[in-house]
């Protein structure tokens, strides 16, 4: 029964992930879980130490790759900041859409959050649409690879169960 819940918790954090929430998080705090309230259940620490570490980096990469493909794109590191906050509020505000409200509401909120603060800088139309597009572009790269990070951190987890 432990173990249907924990592989309950690994799928509903790989769900989140492409919505972007904090799945890698879910996926962490199940092994822990799992060690802490079964021992020597299959989840050992090295296991859990790896999670924590895979969840770190996932979570870290999304807010890096997208600024840096802001900055990459010609923006600013101001511009880099909109994209990341952008990406955030889009993300929160596109919860009440079923399904892909958020994945949707993160783009777009990447794009807007460095057009806006670009061109607030610059004050120049075709720049702030370059470095807004390099956002997006940053926010979709990091999107896929932590949905990766998380597929490997659910097969760690399987293969320890068994």
Do not use: C, D, E, N
């Given at each position: 029964?432990?173990?249907?819940?924990?592989?309950?918790?690994?799928?509903?954090?790989?769900i989140m992930i492409p919505f972007g929430m904090p799945g890698t998080l879910v996926i962490?705090?199940?092994?822990?879980c799992?060690?802490?309230?079964?021992?020597?259940?299959g989840i050992g620490?090295?296991?859990?130490?790896?999670?924590?570490i895979m969840m770190?980096?996932?979570e870290g990469l999304e807010w890096v790759l997208t600024a840096r493909f802001t900055r990459r794109y010609g923006g600013s590191r101001r511009a880099g900041w909109g994209a990341v906050i952008g990406g955030m509020i889009?993300?929160?505000?596109?919860?009440?859409?079923?399904?892909?409200?958020?994945?949707?509401?993160?783009?777009?909120?990447a794009f807007v959050g460095a057009f806006v603060f670009e061109w607030s800088r610059a004050g120049e139309h075709r720049t702030?649409?370059?470095?807004?597009?390099?956002?997006?572009?940053?926010r979709v790269a990091a999107a896929?690879?932590?949905?990766?990070?998380?597929l490997a951190m659910a097969v760690w987890i399987i293969v320890a169960l068994l």
């Open positions: 029964m432990q173990a249907i819940l924990l592989i309950a918790a690994v799928a509903l954090g790989l962490f705090a199940g092994a822990l799992y060690h802490l309230l079964v021992p020597g259940g620490l090295l296991t859990v130490i790896a999670m924590g770190a980096i996932a889009g993300a929160f505000l596109g919860v009440p859409v079923p399904v892909v409200g958020s994945i949707v509401g993160a783009f777009v909120g702030a649409t370059r470095v807004a597009w390099g956002a997006f572009l940053g896929a690879i932590k949905v990766a990070i998380g």
